[in-house]
């Protein structure tokens, strides 16, 4: 039976491939980072850079990410997604 290489890539040998995958979980995710990923998922939004988010929704013509809240739902500051995100940042 032949391994794919995939799996041989890390190393030459078992011992060799194994550190090497450990060594992968050597760096913890913080939890802020796991709970942003995990409702992300939950809520079909995008998680990369702001200049990506709006390449994509500009493809999709739909919205990647959740709406700000609170402010003044009247004003032109709050109406204006450009200027609102530049108030609230």
Known sequence: MTQHEIYQAPG???TLR???????FDHCIG???????REATSKYWLLD???YKEEIKLLLSRQLE???RGGDRKSDDFRNPALNKINRV
């Open 66 to 68: 959740p709406k700000c």
């Open 31 to 37: 939890q802020t980072d796991i709970n942003g990923i």
């Open 18 to 24: 194994q550190q090497r995958y450990l060594a992968l």
């Open 49 to 51: 850079s702001d200049r």
């Open 12 to 14: 030459p040998d078992d």
